[in-house]
């Protein structure tokens, strides 16, 4: 067995802190020890918290982390930063604010570059949120800082998922429309005390009257001022009233499994590209076709058609000797 | 023949944009067009521009644009947008400020979402340009707006890459450190009417002594004021500089064949993934393992790893009936 995993499961945080580093080599050790960790999870609770640049995501996540802590239960805080070339180093500024955790040993942190990694949310983060989850913490919070598909894909981790939006946060339809209505299960208009604030619940609520995703569940729409504690107690209540459906209505394990599922065609999608660009490099054999596409004889779409429906291909490829 | 790449190689532009919508519904007349259209391209010249936002990308590729309609050339513009759930209307703001060009026959120009869509510039976007190509306009302008992989994609359709930043693009040595030096032939400083410009100008060219990628070609520092016009000529002599220097170093003909070559590994992943994912769901066969993954006697990534190792897949899985 994993001695990591070992060490891991019996709560010492150094190891968990020892295999999140692993992983974000990629080193093998990681991979093993993940077979033993996964084995151990589904006591925790996992919170993903998305939104646009300056909604307030971090001062809210500092907010919940310090409501729950009062309780006694111990939060683990992953921080997605998609890193743009241009973002510069604004997660690093987010991360000084949550500085006030950083000696309670309750509280675990840790922020994830995903650059480079394409899809939703990186493999890495599922295993870093199933890491702490076997270590034993209680509460996961997962923060994405970015846009597009890894926002979205804040929904493959989280049992809850809370979309934080501001007062200036432009064009509410727009925002609404582009998939986010089908991942959030909670919407919070943050900076509440600034004017358009209730404007832009009621916009909200009024989405969502038209286009109810469960009959069972609607999301609520909640006002916070994140840096005054304002509406955080309320937002901590319907976060467990989630929690509460999800469990009693037996949706919660039905969404953990399809996430499941998912991971595997992704890790699947993921091994074979990484083996089809290790042999593009090494094998001769596809000179021909490269050959092909350079004279323009063919154009690389259709060459990649012909190649996946040869006897180059199908003769087992792909896997390795 | 595809009758629409037959009207396209004539130069009816109504074919060029209908070509182009086929190419967005993922039409298989595309794929038959872009067969033809292929072996036509190869005499436009294509600048990719990319930059955080508010770098003043779109104003100066309206710049752009008028100084070369003026030597009768003619000038296509496809603007990208990874389209964020959270970026709202930000786009079409930008495409009102081109409006002076929509009434010029001359100029062609095209917004494109890449929603959805995992990894770099996305397939559509190369096809675009080569149906561009195709039909006999002299200058492609592809333009970025978003972030992360997207922007870096910008290399694997581009001629020449310019950089577009301004006095306020925060930390200059963050925002060349990650991954924009490897692709920047031209860098501008735009917006130099205000104060810090120079100084950004020094401290880019400062990085660049100290990290040459081309002992052939220094990527040059420009200053420009794009929504006075100021520095535009400058920058279109350094573009045909750099144009030259491609030409002339063979450099050209090398760039266009290694972007041919990883656009057929990519369409190679992106059919693969597909086929891959409609096999997970509709084939029974995958039951068993998938039952595992919920239950928990595997974790999703060694489930994948033992997938495909496995004779379920070796045995052509992925190729069609």
Known sequence: MSEIAERLLAGEQRALSRLITLLERGDPAAAEAMKVVDGHTGRAYTVGITGPPGAGKSTIVDQLTQLVRETGSTVGII?????SPFSGGAI????????RHYLDSGVFIRSVATRGQSGGLPRIVKSMVR??????????????????????GIISVADTVLVALNPESGDTIQTLKAGVMEIADLYLVNKADRDGANQMATAITGMLHMAINSPKWSPPVLLTTAHTGQGIDELWNKIEEHRKFLTTSGELNERRGRQRRREFLEAVEEVLAQRLRDRVENDPSLNAILEKIAAKETDPYSA???????????????NPE
């Open 304 to 318: 990649a058609l012909e190649f996946l429906d040869s006897s180059l291909f199908s003769a087992n490829w792909l």
């Open 131 to 152: 890491a702490l989850d076997a270590s034993g913490i209680d509460l996961i919070l997962v923060e994405t800082v970015g846009v597009g598909q890894t926002e979205l």
């Open 79 to 83: 921080a997605v930063d998609p890193t």
């Open 92 to 99: 690093l500024g987010d991360r000084i604010r949550m500085q």
